[in-house]
């Protein structure tokens, strides 16, 4: 994968400075999305990472998100979206307010896959770090994943790498805890259900996942995992752990801990996809080719979810199963 391009007089100065001569930058990455939207611009985030070797990148983002990608991506610091500086931008007049110059003028670079296409936002912006902001799509144009958008919005024409997030001691303890407080013994294997996402439109029937689940049940452990996005929903599991609204570190490590997940298109999947653990994930109204997980994933894909069965899903499920259990197998060393 080519480097971004960068000016020919900062590739010499870079050249003749070793990295520890070289202070410390502070480049900001500003993006609007959810937790999927996230997920497939990790490469991309990435890519800015290793262009800016010598420099602590910062994520701006939904609060949540900034405060889960420090640490798990190639992220240092994040700075909530709905900060005052960030309105500041949108205001009328003909410079930003000081608040907002300072605080984004403290940057070495900034990225900014934010209200690209609003010229007061990038007049606001450029004024308060002046030839140092880069506007980039939020929504890339062109055909294939939306990851690889992402990285040709940098100048990189190669196909995205699968993303891969990276977990805590801690992430894994609590989601150890969780599970067992719920009743479920992670040692012993065990299948994460996300029967939930951001829109009804893209939910398989919670029928069709109880007997999912039921069918799931007389050969392994079964853990459901609802977020926020479906709190108040009726998603009425009889007697099967339920854990709701638990945070996207407890989500992520109880993905990380399951032999297998299965979830909707969302931002959830994306995030078990990421902890390199195998999974279904069930397609409706919006197109896999561009927006499924990137990992270990098969995707069953049909306009109508209903014509989906929990039959047709539980064989995917033991059939990654049996391939997780295959790949133990071989990497075993017989002493």
């Known amino acids: 994968m080519r480097p971004l391009k960068m000016p020919a007089t900062i590739a010499r100065m870079a050249a003749l400075q070793s990295p520890e001569s070289v202070p410390e930058k502070r480049v900001l990455v500003i993006f609007p999305g959810t937790l999927g939207d996230l997920i497939c611009a990790g490469s991309a985030i990435e890519e800015i990472a290793r262009h800016h070797r010598h420099a602590k990148i910062e994520l701006m983002a939904k609060a949540e998100l900034a405060r889960f990608a420090p640490g798990r991506m190639a992220i240092a610091r994040g700075h909530s979206i709905d900060r005052r500086e960030v309105a500041a931008l949108f205001a009328d007049g003909d410079a930003p307010a000081s608040g907002a110059r300072d605080f984004f003028g403290r940057f070495d670079r900034i990225y900014s896959f934010f209200a690209s296409g609003d010229p007061r936002f990038r007049r606001a912006l450029g004024l308060c770090a002046p030839g140092r902001v880069t506007f980039l799509p939020f929504r890339p144009e062109g055909e294939g994943h939306v990851a690889a958008g992402y990285l040709r919005a940098l100048g990189i024409e190669n196909d995205a790498p699968e993303f891969r997030l990276t977990l805590a001691s801690d992430d894994l303890a609590l989601a150890r805890r969780a599970l067992e407080a719920a009743g479920i013994s992670p040692n012993y ?95 409706g109204p919006t197109s896999p080719d561009r927006w499924r997980p990137r990992g270990e994933v098969v995707v069953i894909a049909r306009s109508d979810l209903a014509t989906i069965t929990p039959v047709e899903v539980y064989a995917l499920v033991q059939a990654v199963l049996g391939r997780r259990a295959e790949n133990r197998a071989r990497q075993t060393v017989v002493r």
């Open 189 to 283: 294997g065990f299948v994460a259900i996300f029967p939930g996402s951001g829109s009804p439109l893209k939910n398989w029937p919670a029928s069709d996942y109880r007997e999912l689940i039921g069918s799931l049940l007389s050969t392994i452990q079964v853990a459901v995992v609802l977020g926020p996005a479906e709190e108040g929903v009726d998603f009425n599991f009889p007697g099967v752990p339920v854990l709701r609204c638990v945070g996207l570190a407890v989500v992520a490590g109880i993905a990380r801990l399951a032999a297998a997940f299965v979830g909707n298109d969302s931002g959830v999947s994306h995030l078990a996809a990421a902890t390199r653990t195998p999974g279904v994930v069930i397609f």
